[in-house]
């Protein structure tokens, strides 16, 4: 079998991905695509990286069976990569350190970020206090309204946060702000992009400081089941979690890749974050060429999904390849779904996931129910819910 | 030769250097913007660069930005964006009209139903803000082969090695962003700019316009003085949003007025 091999150099996964950017912001890229091919392969900086991410992060994060939720739902066995054990509750820390640590051998001062529920802020506000840096997060006055207490700990991580008033006011808006920013202070600044899209070399450069979790899950399965999952299933809004642990797993035959969509109120009310699952046409935005929710004059549509990590009209570029070469698959979750599968994990294994991750975890429980109870299914668990109590209480109508 | 090589020919045999205001499409209004195409015209614009609304515009500044929001209220698309050159055509053929946009409109088109409507609706040139020369080489074609200029940006930032690049494929004139950062930002530099353009002249014959923060008629005039066209766009934009439908076109027939002015006396 032949390798997997993507991107090409300037960042092409088949039609996708790509450089799609004004002019101002090209030399920018260039620096950054020159540094990271500088840097990737390099001992010194990846031991850096290893040790940040054992000592700083907790690594590795387990793997652990979910025994009841396994026996509850019944068929296969249930397995969860626990991302959400990682400083500061989710996965987004790895991606984070990666890119600061790059910041800091390119001699730039100050970071910036966009972020839609907070985590990708709160952890590049993290990684910026660890390494005294001066961060700037961009985010979405609607999403300050609904993720206050995140907005508070970027605060007292030393962070300064710009609500954006702009468009919808959510994730694509703030990423719109942080390129404006990042165009305008191009020569202190250095843009910590969240997820797998943006234009090269973004979505390598995610992908490859989240492949620590596939690495990782590869060994663990090995040693727990002496072998490899049937099937592997995470949540995709931009898709760094997925992209993460799908990457290592890409070459290994026998393991289905399974990425969960955000089907908000249902693909049919067109109220979703699903851009795959609903066949999406071809665009470009945010530097990317990649399936896209848009009308029919090219504009980017309103999307909804009850977790705002997820609440993202695109995707990244190498999920819409694996999706056309048919190595991944895609499904979408409804709110509705994710939330009966969020109250499942708290009640039968003691663990509250993220809003995110519960589409995840839905999903694996309506495919493990079509397996026999000697398969496996490994979910990437991305987040810890902590930062979704609100949101949940609110649904309840229970006011906190 | 082409309606924009023909304008820069025949200001060049004047003297003379080319004004390019900037309107969005559809803003305020789409009613207004064919007769504020022949306002901007008749009060000493030389050529338009009519923006195509779009809902991330990410490399405009918050001025253009709120004209493209004003403009989608009115569910105003590229189609529709085309029919207005078309209008504006059926009086004008001296004018020429370049479209300043995103990529994915034209995108969600496709490119050779583009081509073609522009073409018929006679559209001069196309400036496509986020499609760098390396990702555009069949649009490129498909333009050229309809006669369509490829406007391409040149940024403070852009090295010599790229300018060459860039140069091979442009056409009609080249647009010098004249600061980092996005469209009407902060002052303009004037001594940066002016060794910038110097540097752009060793690499190509084609004429030079400048813009991204021509502020006021003192910029234009300095500008002028350096470049081949001075474009202004957000001060245009920004006479448009404090104007109501009774000031409208006269407000920015003054503005129009003014900066032609301060061209002239160069």
Redesign the interface.
């Known amino acids: 079998m032949q390798m997997y091999d993507m991107p090409d150099e300037?960042g092409h996964f088949g039609p996708f991905g790509?450089?799609?950017?004004?002019?101002?912001l090209?030399?920018?890229l260039e620096e950054l695509r020159v540094m990271y091919e500088k840097y990737r392969h390099d001992p010194e900086f990846l031991a850096e990286f290893a040790y940040d991410l054992k000592h700083f992060v907790g690594r590795p994060s387990p793997i652990y069976h979910a025994k009841r939720l396994s026996d509850k739902v019944g068929g296969a066995q249930i397995y969860l990569k626990r991302e959400d054990l990682n400083h500061t509750g989710a996965h987004k820390i790895n991606n984070t350190i990666g890119q600061a640590l790059l910041a800091k051998r390119m001699g730039k001062p100050r970071v910036i970020a966009e972020t839609g529920a907070g985590q990708h802020g709160v952890a590049t506000a993290t990684i910026a206090a660890r390494l005294g840096l001066e961060c700037v997060v961009y985010m979405g006055a609607e999403d300050v309204k609904r993720q206050a207490p995140n907005v508070f700990r970027m605060k007292l991580l030393g962070a300064t946060v710009v609500p954006v008033e702009?468009?919808s006011k959510t994730l694509?808006?703030a990423l719109?702000e942080a390129?404006?920013d990042w165009?305008?202070?191009?020569?202190n600044t250095f843009y910590i992009i969240g997820t797998v899209a943006g234009p090269h070399p973004y979505p390598m450069m995610v992908r490859d400081f989240q492949a620590v979790i596939g690495i990782e899950a590869k060994d663990q399965m090995q040693e727990m089941i002496g072998r490899q999952p049937d099937a592997i299933v995470a949540c995709v809004g931009g898709g760094s979690n997925a992209m993460g642990i799908f990457y290592p797993y890409i070459d290994v035959e026998g393991v289905r890749l399974i990425g969960v969509e955000a089907g908000g109120h249902g693909l049919s009310t067109g109220q979703h974050a699903a851009p795959l699952t609903a066949n999406s046409?071809?665009?470009?935005?945010?530097?990317n060429r990649t399936y896209?929710m848009?009308?029919?004059?090219?504009?980017?549509i309103e999307t909804h999904s009850i977790s705002a990590g997820l609440d993202y009209p695109g995707v990244g570029p190498e999920h819409a390849w694996l999706k056309d070469i048919k190595r991944a698959e895609y499904v979408a979750i409804t709110d509705e779904e994710a939330m009966t599968a969020f109250h499942n994990l708290c009640r039968t294994e003691g663990i509250i996931p993220a809003m995110e991750s519960s589409h995840a975890l839905a999903h694996a429980e309506k495919l493990a129910k079509t397996m026999s109870p000697d398969q496996v299914v490994l979910v990437n668990l991305s987040g810890r819910g902590d930062k979704d109590i609100n949101t949940v209480a609110r649904l309840a109508n229970i006011t906190l | 030769m082409s309606r924009i090589q023909s304008v820069f020919a025949t200001l060049k045999a004047q003297g003379k250097k080319a004004l390019i205001p900037y309107i969005t499409a559809g803003d305020p209004h789409p009613d207004h913007t064919v007769p504020l195409l022949h306002a901007l015209v008749e009060a000493g614009a030389d050529m338009i660069e009519l923006g195509v609304p779009f809902s991330d515009p990410m490399a405009d500044g918050p001025v253009i930005q709120r004209a493209s929001e004003r403009a989608l209220v009115h569910k105003m698309g590229l189609r529709k964006v085309l029919g207005m050159v078309k209008e504006f055509r059926a009086s004008n053929q001296t004018t020429p009209i370049v479209l300043m946009g995103y990529a994915n409109p034209i995108e969600a088109m496709g490119s050779s139903q583009f081509v073609a409507l522009a073409k018929e609706a006679g559209v001069d040139g196309v400036l496509t803000v986020d499609y760098p020369p390396e990702e555009c080489e069949s649009f490129n074609q498909e333009l050229a082969s309809a006669d369509i200029d490829s406007i391409f940006l040149l940024s403070p930032t852009t090295e010599p090695s790229r300018t060459e690049l860039i140069v091979k494929q442009a056409t009609g004139f080249l647009y010098y962003v004249s600061l980092k950062g996005v469209t009407g930002a902060a002052n303009l530099d004037i001594v940066e700019v002016k060794k910038r353009v110097a540097e752009i002249r060793q690499q190509t014959s084609l004429p030079i316009g400048v813009g991204f923060g021509v502020k006021d008629a003192a910029t234009a005039r300095e500008v002028a003085a350096i470049a081949d066209a001075v474009v202004v766009g957000s001060r245009m934009v920004l006479a448009i949003e404090s104007s109501d439908a009774t000031n409208l076109i006269a407000n920015v027939q003054a503005l129009t007025k003014e900066l032609r002015t301060a061209i002239d006396s160069v």
């Open positions: 300037r790509g450089v799609f950017v004004a002019e101002t090209v030399e920018a702009s468009g694509k808006d719109n390129m404006r165009v305008t202070n191009i020569s046409p071809i665009g470009v935005l945010h530097g896209l848009q009308d029919e004059d090219g504009n980017i």
